[in-house]
């Protein structure tokens, strides 16, 4: 419907509405499409409030912020008409290279990508026997633009970090940044067109784990020609990619540098997370994933990112840098953003809201729970893979649900495949794994837990590592960092780094610790074995 044509009928119903009560009931609310509504409603509490203030003791309070988000949307449902805001996930900036996989990829739940592409950007020389190269790992939420480069010279999230003679020194080192699958920007992922039909994949995108977009990640390398990274990089979830290359292609890396991350996720930042998943599926726009060609769900976006924000800077930093003030401490105090502490969460959530795909969101946060480096997941995992790997070679395409029945016959079958799987070369240490994958109840022992993920993490005894953490990190407490070095020490890793920084920029001192950060870097990149 036209927007004039909205605004006639808004003053209709206005008109209706003003009248009696028992007229208001019978108000047929259906004559305007859902997608509407938002007119109308606005409309009806201005006069509501118009009509409170003549009857009230005191006038209605202002409501700017909720204001704002109305007119957002609004602008989005005119943009057909005259334009409108666009979010700038839909346009990504160029400025990268793209690797085209143009074979199914299996995912480890079963899903199949019957293609993907991968967004990334590179910073350094190429030697010439390709052995000085560092992946470097994006945190959930970045882009391939770690640093500035003559296609793309705005900053990048690391600009500082690399370079010549920084903490990853260009002189030295050729540097590779992918987006994630799953992401945003140029890499495959909700957002993207599926080729069957045409139209953004949406929620028919499978779900991905850590390890799917560390897989990816090397299949770009095998076509670049590149057999063995100098080291494996990463932060935050980049930190988990670099922990997640070195268990499934320990000959294919020499060091890794896992800052900020965990070998496993636990129930604190699962349940942050979740709570960031679950405000925004309840806006309404969100429309179970499809909104592509609609409104985005940017008010479930913005206070998604304003809970994330919480858990990425730390109370010590909010105090010295906000404490109490408010941001105009002579007005009256205003259920809005008032104190700079709330202004600052609100500017961080308008930043974002229409930055970064809200179904990426959810797809690469999950990836991030479902993180775990122990041997009885990683021997689930390679058993389920088996099983879907024969699916895909029949052409059976995706596979069933993982809780779908079975006949007694198809589980036999599963099980001689199984066997066959754990009977094979890097079969054997899964066989020997496997028993823990399914005897679950002795899992629920601390002890048994962690032994369970030191046995995961032998994997990567041999490979030099760097483990950092921060004092004031809530969402990345420092005692995970000291679970990762405790765990590959005890599995006889004689060549692993632990730092622990004392910044007051929790989560995010990866990004903004440059001498501290930097230089533990360097020196582990820089070290000859």
Not at 359 to 376: P, T
């Amino acid at each position: 419907m036209h927007p004039r044509l909205v605004s006639a009928t808004t003053r209709s119903l206005r008109a209706t509405l003003s009248g009696p009560v028992h007229l208001r009931a019978l108000v047929p609310t259906t004559l305007i499409p859902a997608s509407r509504k938002l007119n109308q409603s606005s409309s009806r509490s201005l006069s509501s409030s118009a009509a409170t203030a003549h009857s009230s003791s005191n006038p209605p309070m202002a409501f700017p912020c909720v204001d704002h988000l109305e007119q957002r949307t609004q602008k989005f449902l005119q943009q057909s008409f005259d334009g409108g805001p666009e979010p700038s996930y839909s346009n990504p900036v160029s400025g990268y290279s793209l690797y085209h996989h143009k074979k199914p990829f299996l995912l480890d739940h079963g899903g199949i990508l019957p293609s993907f592409e991968i967004a990334y950007e590179s910073w350094g020389e190429l030697n010439e026997d390709k052995s000085n190269v560092i992946l470097l790992h994006t945190g959930l939420s970045a882009s391939s633009h770690a640093k500035s480069h003559p296609a793309n010279p705005a900053p990048g999230w690391w600009e500082k970090f690399i370079g010549p003679g920084l903490a990853i020194d260009t002189n030295r080192f050729h540097v590779v940044c992918t987006n994630v699958i799953g992401g945003c920007y140029g890499s495959t992922g909700p957002s993207s067109i599926d080729p069957k039909d045409n139209k953004p994949y949406a929620t028919r995108f499978p779900i991905v784990t850590i390890f799917d977009m560390v897989r990816a990640q090397f299949e770009m390398l095998n076509s670049m020609g590149i057999k063995k990274l100098h080291a494996s990089v990463g932060a935050s979830m980049g930190g988990m990619q670099s922990l997640a290359a070195a268990l499934l292609f320990k000959e294919r890396v020499g060091k890794v540098v896992s800052i900020s991350a965990a070998a496993r996720s636990h129930p604190y930042s699962i349940a942050l997370r979740f709570t960031q998943r679950q405000v925004l599926m309840a806006d309404p726009n969100w429309n179970k994933g499809f909104y592509y060609d609609k409104v985005p769900p940017h008010s479930g976006m913005k206070l998604a990112r304003e809970i994330a924000t919480i858990s990425y800077r730390s109370g010590p930093e909010w105090e010295q840098r906000f404490g109490r003030k408010r941001s105009q401490p002579t007005t009256t105090p205003s259920l809005c953003a008032d104190f700079l502490i709330e202004t600052y969460l609100d500017h961080q959530g308008e930043r974002f809201c229409l930055q970064y795909d809200p179904n990426s969101l959810l797809y690469v946060s999950k990836a991030m729970d479902m993180f775990d480096l122990s041997a009885s997941n990683s021997a689930e995992t390679a058993l389920r893979r088996a099983r879907n790997t024969v699916r895909l070679q029949e052409g059976k395409g995706s596979t069933a649900p993982e809780n779908a029945a079975t006949s007694p016959e198809e589980q036999l079958i599963q099980q001689q495949q199984e066997q066959a799987v754990c009977s094979t070369g890097s079969g054997s240490a899964v066989a020997e794994a496997a028993a823990k994958a399914k005897a679950k109840d002795d899992l629920d022992d601390p002890k048994a837990q962690l032994n369970d993920l030191k046995a995961g993490l032998s994997t990567i005894k041999d490979i030099p590592t760097l483990v950092l953490g921060i004092q004031s990190d809530i969402l990345f407490p420092v005692w995970q960092q000291k679970e990762v070095a405790d765990c590959l020490r005890q599995t006889g890793n004689k060549n692993v780094t632990y730092y622990e920084l004392d910044s007051m920029y929790g989560h995010d001192a990866f990004l903004l610790e440059i001498v501290n950060v930097g230089s533990a870097v360097k020196g582990h990149l820089e070290l000859k074995e």
